[in-house]
Each structure stands twice: as structure tokens, then as C-alpha cells.
């Protein structure tokens, strides 16, 4: 079958991921998609004879992102759009969570999806085409007590993706920061890192979010198929947009969010003014 693009996904194993490759695939795309393991290359290679490609990747190998990126555009083809869509989800009162913790998230959402980026530039930039698509979240503009890490990742990613889109408009390569509500996939389930609760003052906020979390996950609103589907359309499109929400639940908390925002940056505007001149 001819394929119409090549997009080369994060983290296909299960959820965002694996639901984009499967569509893409079904639609004709050609698609590469980072695993962790031989067996779930294998497993993701079966989905298509011709069109999927599985490279063994872990996204923090930070030294090993250019060399599968070259080898992948010199013996499959051009990456016509990159998605960065591995990460994962760290609970925890940050008061109770590590440095080290910190750091991984960070290295998972952030520096993981950067260096993937960095990677993939040049052949775009010197191509002038391509689309770039982060998988942030909505807890990339709201925040929960006991996400700190997590949200602090997506606000990083989404300030980096947008300003990304500012730099890379003259070159015809598009950036779209997709936000998702809560999704049935793995995320709240085998994915989530979670810090061993230590100090019981914290008792009353977090443990009815934490119980509240385990016993939604599964049953969450939003279906990973359709985001796959809007995803994908979304790559069709002539001009997308730098930000995009999932899920009504999205919709509705992130627009609350920038409510109460702009009502303190009305209360404080006086304050705020105060320090010209
Ligand atoms: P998921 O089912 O747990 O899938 C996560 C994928 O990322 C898996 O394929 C996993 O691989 C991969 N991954 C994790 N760490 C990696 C690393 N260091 N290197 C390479 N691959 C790695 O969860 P998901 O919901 O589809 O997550 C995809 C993205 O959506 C994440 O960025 C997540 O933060 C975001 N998101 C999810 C939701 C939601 O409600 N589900 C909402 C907003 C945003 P393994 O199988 O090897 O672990």
C-alpha cells in the first residue's frame, strides 16, 4: 500500500501512542514508533508487513537519538511529522518526593522530547516541511496537589513547543502542542511512578486525589482512538494550531484555569502597574 506520510512516534507499546500508530497505519502511513523492548518490537512490527518500523529507544539514551534518527531517514525515508509522545506520569506531595524523581520526569517529558526534536531539525529545516507534535497535557495549564512534577513537566513542554513554533514558521515546519484530558490508557495505571507516602500532615489533601486517581483509571472520559483520529487529521491540515485540547474535560478546566487567571491579574492590576518607570 503507498503510504502518504512517515511519522516516527514515541513510546507505541500502549495508549496515545499505539492508537496513533494503528490508525495511521490502517489510513496508509508509513510509521516508526520507539519501543523498550525485542518483544514489543515485535509485537508493533506485526501491525503492518510494510509500514511499521520498531526501533528500540529509550527516550533519556540521550546519545543514541541522532544516530537512530539518521539511520531511520537514510534507510526508511524522510520523517515527514515527529510525535513526542512518550512520558509518564510522577505522583507525589512534593514535599515527599526526591530530587532524583524530579529529574527523571524531567528527563522523560522534557529532555527526551528536546533532544528528539533537536534531532530531527536539520533534515526538516533543510527540507522546509515538516510538523512537529508534542503530547503535553491539560496539566499543562492547570495544576492538582500531587502532580507537581508531572505539571511542572507539561508547563516546560508547552513553553518550549510554543516558542518552537514561533522559530520554526519561516521554515514551513509546524508545531502543535496537544494537551489531552484524562484518557483511557496506561498512564494512571502500570505507567504512573508514584512516591511512597512519609509525612501524615499531607494525609487530608492527597490521599482522597491518590485513592480518586487508582479508582478512575480505566474508566477515564476520553478515548485514546479518537485523539488518534484527530491527531492524525490534524497532521492533513494546512495550517495547525500551536495549542490543542482533548476532551471536554480539557476544555472545561483549562478555560476555568485562564478565568481565574486574568480575575488576579485584574485584583493585582494596580500592584502589577506599580513597578513602571
Ligand atoms: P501509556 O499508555 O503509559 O503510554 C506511554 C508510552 O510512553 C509507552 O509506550 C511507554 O513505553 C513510553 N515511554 C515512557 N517512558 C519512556 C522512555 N523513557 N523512553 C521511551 N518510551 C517511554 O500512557 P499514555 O497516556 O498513552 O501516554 C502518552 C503521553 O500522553 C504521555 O506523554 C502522557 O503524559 C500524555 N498524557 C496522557 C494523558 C492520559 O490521560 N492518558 C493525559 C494527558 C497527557 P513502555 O511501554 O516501554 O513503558
Known amino acids: 500500500m503507498s503510504h502518504l506520510k512517515t511519522i516516527f512516534i514515541t513510546g507505541v ?16 502511513y508509513r510509521v516508526i514508533g520507539t519501543v523498550r523492548n525485542a518483544s514489543a518490537k515485535t509485537t508493533f512490527e506485526a501491525l503492518h508487513a510494510e509500514n511499521a518500523f520498531a526501533c528500540e529507544l529509550d527516550i533519556t539514551d540521550f546519545s543514541a537519538i541522532d544516530a537512530v534518527i539518521a539511520d531511520v ?11 513526542n509522545n512518550a512520558g509518564y506520569g510522577h505522583e507525589g506531595v512534593m514535599e515527599e518526593s526526591s530530587l ?12 527526551g522530547a528536546v533532544a528528539m526534536i533537536k534531532a530531527v531539525l536539520p533534515f526538516m529545516r533543510q527540507r522546509r516541511r515538516g510538523h512537529i507534535i508534542n503530547i503535553t497535557s491539560m496539566g499543562g495549564f ?4 500531587g502532580i507537581s512534577y508531572y505539571c511542572g513537566s507539561k508547563f516546560a513542554l508547552e513553553g518550549i513547543s510554543e516558542t518552537l513554533s514561533q522559530e520554526l514558521a519561516p521554515f514551513n515546519i509546524a508545531v502543535t502542542a496537544v494537551a489531552p484530558g484524562s484518557f483511557r490508557t496506561d498512564w494512571a495505571g502500570r505507567s504512573m511512578v508514584r512516591s511512597a507516602r512519609s509525612i501524615t500532615d499531607y494525609d487530608a489533601l492527597f490521599d482522597p ?5 487508582e479508582e478512575k483509571s480505566g474508566k477515564q472520559l476520553g478515548d485514546p482512538v479518537k485523539a488518534a483520529q484527530v491527531i492524525l487529521a490534524l497532521m492533513e491540515n494546512p495550517s495547525p494550531p500551536a495549542h490543542l485540547l482533548l476532551g471536554s474535560d480539557a476544555l472545561h478546566l483549562v478555560r476555568q484555569k ?8 485584574d485584583a493585582w492590576e494596580d500592584v502589577s502597574r506599580s513597578t513602571d518607570g
Open 258 to 265: 485562564l478565568t481565574a487567571l486574568n480575575q488576579q491579574i
Open 100 to 111: 532524583d524523581e524530579l529529574r527523571r520526569q524531567f528527563d522523560v517529558n522534557v529532555f
Open 209 to 213: 486525589i491518590r485513592q480518586a486517581r
Open 13 to 28: 507499546s500502549s495508549g496515545f501512542g499505539r492508537a496513533l500508530a494503528q490508525v495511521a497505519l490502517a489510513s496508509g
Open 142 to 145: 492547570i495544576t492538582l496537589p
Open 73 to 83: 531517514e537514510s534507510r526508511i525515508g524522510p520523517i515527514d511529522v515527529l510525535v
